[in-house]
């Protein structure tokens, strides 16, 4: 097997051809003029024929002329693969896929999202908007690297850190007379309304909460399509806390007890996999955020 060129000496070769001095290849190499003589004189010994006329400093020979042109392309290319892999452990670079449950898509994801630009502009990023059981099995299967969903049964391939305790409420038009009571309602309230379902019934269903629970008539699964048909009095429905609308939005949002339901929140990945170090930004972030958020909403830290 022959010897490998090493990157260092062709470094110098172009240098000292470009510049026509040794010296100059020295310095810029940080090495003795005397030990980049020698590095040329190996260079030399593994093309078996002279790179340099003799005695007619750093001219290069015909030889010397023709691979100047490879060496030039080998380092360059040499050059944009050490940055790219240092980006990359830097974390400045690399893909990050993360999968987030429907009632955090609309309002949580964005910000999420530019935050993490801002601070990662050269990392791509795919985000998709799936149900908590679907969140579990693309991180599961390795399709997504991060997951925000609701707490699954434990598997020894997923670590689940929870971040939220979020109880479910109702979301009606303030002007709903559940909502002018001014305190919580039971379920049992809710069997005279029509109501309409959404992604996170998933979750409330068999709990012998109500027929209206079990099999709504309506199902509407887009956050923003759900409270704009609350808004134009289709009926109500039953969110979590983290999901509540927006102050301005003209809906109430009215803890539901007897009994209080909740559901616990949290950022998952893979177990025993060593994250990209953009990845790792982004569970880390993922984290912060989601914790900020849940406070600012009114649910619960775990």
């Not at 850190?161 to 979301?171: I, K, N, S, Y």
């Not at 609350?230 to 509540?244: M, N, Q, S």
Request: with cysteine; aromatic share 4%.
């Amino acid at each position: 097997m022959s010897t490998p060129l090493k990157i260092q000496h062709l470094r110098q070769f172009l240098m000292a051809a470009d510049h026509g001095s040794f010296r100059v290849a020295a310095q810029g190499t940080f090495r003795s003029q005397a030990a980049v003589s020698a590095a040329m004189q190996d260079l030399e010994q593994q093309l078996g024929a002279p790179l340099f006329e003799p005695g007619k400093r750093a001219q290069l020979t015909a030889l010397g002329q023709s691979v100047a042109p490879l060496f030039r392309e080998l380092l360059a290319t040499h050059d944009r693969v050490l940055d790219a892999a240092r980006q990359f452990g830097m974390g400045s670079q690399g893909p990050v896929a993360l999968a987030v449950m429907p009632s955090l898509a609309d309002e949580w994801l964005p910000r999420l999202l530019e935050r993490y630009a801002r601070s990662h502009p050269d990392v791509r990023m795919r985000a998709l908007d799936e149900t908590s059981p679907e969140v579990h099995r693309l991180v599961l299967a390795g399709d997504v690297q991060v997951g925000v969903a609701g707490q699954a049964p434990r598997t020894a391939e997923v670590a689940f850190t929870p971040v939220a305790r979020d109880a479910f409420g109702l979301v009606c038009k303030k002007s709903h007379p559940l909502a002018r009571r001014r305190g919580p309602v039971s379920w049992a309230a809710l069997a005279d309304e029509r109501l309409i379902g959404n992604a996170t019934f998933e979750t409330l269903k068999n709990r012998q909460l109500g027929s209206g629970i079990d099999d709504p008539a309506i199902v509407v699964s887009n956050r923003a399509s759900l409270l704009a048909s609350v808004v134009g009095g289709l009926g109500v429905t039953v969110l979590p806390v983290l999901a509540r609308p927006a102050a301005g939005s003209g809906l109430a949002f009215v803890p539901l007890v007897e009994p209080v339901v909740e559901r616990i929140v949290g950022v998952l990945t893979r177990k025993e996999e060593t994250l990209l170090p953009s990845v790792a930004a982004m569970h880390a972030l993922a984290l912060r955020s989601l914790a900020q958020f849940t406070r600012r909403k009114g649910a619960v830290l775990v």
